[in-house]
């Protein structure tokens, strides 16, 4: 079993930056594929990024160029940054991880997920 827990969501104000963290623990953690999904109020969860265990990224498109997957195995750690927020990146962000060798851009591809950290953007 793998257990995954997100921080560092919150209120911030339009062009801000947030940076989330999912922590990870049950299983080899470099072994994972992880993704980061969000969920806005009345809308479906939408893939945001994804990780390999090798440190291939990739992004959805609205996010490119923003946010940045990253990952530290010694810390069994993986994050989100995220820059120039805008009010619509708000929603509930969630992580999620499998066992995998290439980059799962679907939720249903994962395994393992947290509870989620909220994102709030003001304009």
């Known amino acids: 079993q793998v257990q995954l827990v997100e921080s560092g969501g919150g209120l911030v104000q339009a062009g801000g930056s947030l940076r989330l963290s999912c922590a990870a623990s049950g299983r080899t953690f470099s072994s994972f594929a992880m993704g980061w999904f969000r969920q806005a109020p009345g809308k479906g969860r939408e893939f945001v990024a994804a990780i390999s265990w090798s440190g291939d990224t990739t992004y959805y498109d609205s996010v490119k160029g923003r946010f940045t997957i990253s990952r530290d195995n010694a810390k069994n750690t993986v994050y989100l940054q995220m820059n120039s927020l805008k009010p619509e990146d708000t929603a509930v962000y969630y992580c999620?991880?499998?066992?995998?060798?290439?980059?799962?851009?679907?939720?249903?591809?994962?395994?393992?997920w947290g509870q989620g950290t909220q994102v709030t953007v003001s304009s």
């Open positions: 999620a991880a499998v066992v995998v060798g290439y980059l799962p851009r679907g939720g249903d591809e994962y395994d393992y």
